[in-house]
């Protein structure tokens, strides 16, 4: 047995003494004794149980778990060769052994032995869960086919987990090449001060003179939104939507194409072994929706609302453009900057405007004071823990009475080695041990921009709604009750609903009483004042229709990928489909150069592969939880309480469905989500989440 920190630390791990070079013997070892452990306890001869089979390997796979979980994270957020190597020989290592634990003949054989005997009657209805999903794993990991076809499903899971990894860091090295040095003043032209901080210290930081661009979103945005300058808006859109592909700047160098055309058809040969007759189907059948049918029909329904508001909205910000001096016709890198015109001139309302009321301390002290309110739990930064970065914090959890709930780090910077976006992962679970409640800590990632000299920083309105967001999921994550991993946290929890708990916090961002507490001018401490925060309300709708269609181009694309592609896919197939998509749902094509889908990291890596719907699908869900507090008191306590008690410490122990329908007091409606997006008439003017 490897003797590394990494393979026998407890509690949290000690990022400091990691050692790249001790990832990998700890992680084989780790899962060499796992395998070994699996043999043993299904030779035994005792009949299976709870205790004897199903704990024993919880214990197992956790410890393999709190091992693998600050590697994995690592990677994601200080990446580099040595470590990104590690990672994907350990990844290969590690989906070999899920592969082969899901065909476990004899493993198979001792859960059905439990869901078949005595034992079961036993089990409380949490444990039963656990052993129902167990026994639909076994089947969704190929345990039912000849063994051939075992053998093929194992290898297609391997080649899968390589290509994802792959796609993930073509990406990254595609985001990092691309930078773009600007020596001429006269380009920042409309710029705010910010955008040309963040551009000057990214020149500092390389010693050359004037501003560089990069890929990474506050550069991207801030470009895209403020620059003046159109080519040089055209530029920083065609090296971002080029990324990874063969178009753009660095066409060709780290192609995902080829990448994604093979993940495509191995989802679908893997489907089709298990007897599904698409990869969309297979996905559904861990989900909340019943079939790629209704999430269609879902998906349509909402396109068929928001397309002629999104249409109006950008013919009206077209016209908006060409009488104040812009181009005859909108490109692609001239909606964002002609939008924020647009919503500058109807609301007076700048996001630059909005950024001084957003430093962040004040934003986290509001935040962890809301959620205090709501669910009566305290958060406070513990000093001194081990990070990956000096920039990360820890923050320890308690609840009303006291005790402790769980802890969480908050690494809120883009910087370069860092994947963009915002997560959250699990670093523990909760569960029971031997020695008491193992308690939950969770990653907090965001990406944005950092303080620049003395200055605070300050987040966007944006900034702080996907804060706001990821604080949901880590509240998931960390106040569940549960005490089994398999579904403790959002463990278990069906994909399309796991973003319930992550966008109904966003609305508390849109609500005064609530703001209050969160905003606060960095100089003078001075609250939102109420004009600015109505003009903020009344934009709340502003392009809410563009964006929804924008949402549902991402997921309908999703789900026709994962329909239609078959063993013949090919980047050309992908392009087709989106094109198709486009051609229904988009109110600009863009240009053909656009590869957009070469970045999609979300369902090429990241899980969501025919999920990405379950963002729309979780805002029915969100929209609606929330109708329940507006119907009240936005800041009522007992409903706070029952949303506590009902959703986030459930987990998985139960259908989403029913977790929500006891909640609610009735089946989930959509009528506050079309309310929300102002998509039905005398709609009260609130908008579309930041998903
Ligand atoms: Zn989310």
């Not at 026998?8 to 899962?31: H, K, N, Q, W, Y």
């Not at 036993?122 to 444990?127: F, T």
């Not at 987040?459 to 998931?476: A, N, P, Y």
């Not at 959509?670 to 989440?689: E, K, S």
């Amino acid at each position: 047995m490897s003797d590394d920190i990494l393979a026998r630390f407890e509690g949290l791990p000690p990022f400091s003494e990691i050692r790249v070079e001790a990832i990998e013997p700890a992680i084989t070892d780790r899962i060499e004794a796992n395998r070994a452990a699996l043999d043993r306890l299904t030779d035994a001869a005792d009949p299976p149980t709870w205790d004897n089979l199903v704990a024993p390997i919880e214990a197992m796979e956790d410890r393999l778990e709190r091992s693998w979980a600050p590697v994995r994270h690592l990677n994601g957020v200080a990446s580099s060769p040595e470590l990104r190597e590690v990672h994907n020989r350990c990844l290969e290592k590690l989906t070999a052994y899920y592969s082969e634990k899901a065909q476990h003949p004899g493993l198979f054989r001792a859960f059905k032995a439990i869901a078949e005997g005595p034992e079961y009657a036993r089990l409380d209805a949490v444990q039963r869960k656990v052993i129902d999903d167990a026994l639909r794993d076994f089947r969704l990991g190929g345990i039912d086919l000849p063994e051939a076809q075992r053998d093929r499903f194992r290898a297609i899971d391997a080649r899968l987990a390589e290509l994802e990894s792959r796609f993930e860091q073509n990406l990254l090295d595609a985001t990092d090449a691309w930078s773009l040095t600007v020596t001429d003043p006269a380009r920042l032209e409309g710029m705010p001060e910010s955008v040309r901080d963040l551009a000057r210290s990214a020149a500092e930081q390389r010693g050359v003179e004037g501003w560089v661009f990069n890929l990474q979103a506050p550069s991207v945005i801030g470009v895209l939104t403020h620059a003046a300058d159109r080519a040089l808006r055209r530029e920083v859109y065609t090296a971002f939507t080029t990324r990874a592909s063969d178009q753009g700047p660095h066409a060709g160098r780290w192609d995902n194409g080829p990448v994604m055309a093979e993940i495509l058809r191995l989802r679908r040969e893997k489907a089709e072994l298990l007897g599904f007759g698409d990869y969309a189907r297979l996905s559904l059948t861990t989900k909340m929706a019943d079939s790629p049918e209704a999430v269609l029909e879902f998906l349509d329904d909402l396109a068929h609302r928001a397309g002629p508001i999104a249409r109006r909205e950008f013919d009206t910000l077209a016209e908006f453009a060409r009488e104040n001096g812009g181009p005859e016709a909108l490109e692609a890198w001239d909606v964002a900057y002609w939008a924020e015109r647009l919503r500058q001139s109807r609301y007076a309302l700048s996001q630059e405007e909005l950024k001084p009321y957003f430093p962040v301390e004040c934003v986290l002290d509001g935040l962890f004071a809301i959620v205090g309110k709501l669910f009566g739990v305290r958060v406070a930064e513990r000093e001194g823990v081990d990070a990956w970065h000096p920039d990360v914090r820890f923050y320890a959890l308690e609840d009303a009475d006291g005790r402790p709930r769980g802890g969480f780090y908050l690494d809120l910077y883009a910087r370069e080695h860092k994947r963009g976006g915002a997560w959250m992962d699990e670093c523990i679970s909760r569960r029971l041990t031997a020695e008491g409640i193992q308690q939950p800590v969770a990653f907090l990632t965001c990406n944005a921009a950092p303080p620049v000299g003395d200055r605070p920083a300050l987040l966007t309105f944006d900034e702080v709604t996907t804060l706001f967001h990821e604080f949901g999921h880590g509240l998931h994550h960390m106040l569940t009750q549960v005490e089994y991993r398999p579904v403790s946290g959002i463990n278990g929890v069906e994909w399309d609903a796991v973003e319930l708990p992550s966008q109904l916090l966003e609305n508390w961002c849109w609500e005064k009483r609530a703001l209050d507490l969160v905003a606060g001018h960095y100089r003078t401490g001075e609250p939102l004042p109420d004009d600015l925060f109505d003009r903020l309300r009344r934009s709340r709708n502003f392009n809410a229709g563009m964006a929804m269609m924008r949402q549902l181009e991402f997921s309908l694309f999703d789900i026709r990928l994962h329909r239609e592609t078959g063993a013949d896919c090919e980047p050309a197939t992908i392009q087709a489909i989106l094109d198709a998509v486009r051609e229904h749902v988009a109110v600009l094509q863009p240009p053909a150069f656009n590869r957009f889908q070469n970045g999609f990291a979300h369902i090429f890596a990241g899980g969501y592969a025919a999920g990405y719907y379950s963002y729309k699908w979780a805002e029915v869900l969100s929209a609606d939880a929330f109708g329940r507090f507006e119907e009240y008191d936005v800041f009522d306590p007992l409903v706070g309480r029952d949303f506590l008690g009902c959703i986030l410490e459930r987990g998985g122990s139960r259908p989403a469905l029913e977790l929500f329908c006891e909640f609610r007091g009735r089946e989930p409606s959509i009528d506050a989500l079309l309310r929300h997006n102002g998509l039905v008439d005398g709609a009260d003017g609130t908008g579309v989440d930041g998903s």
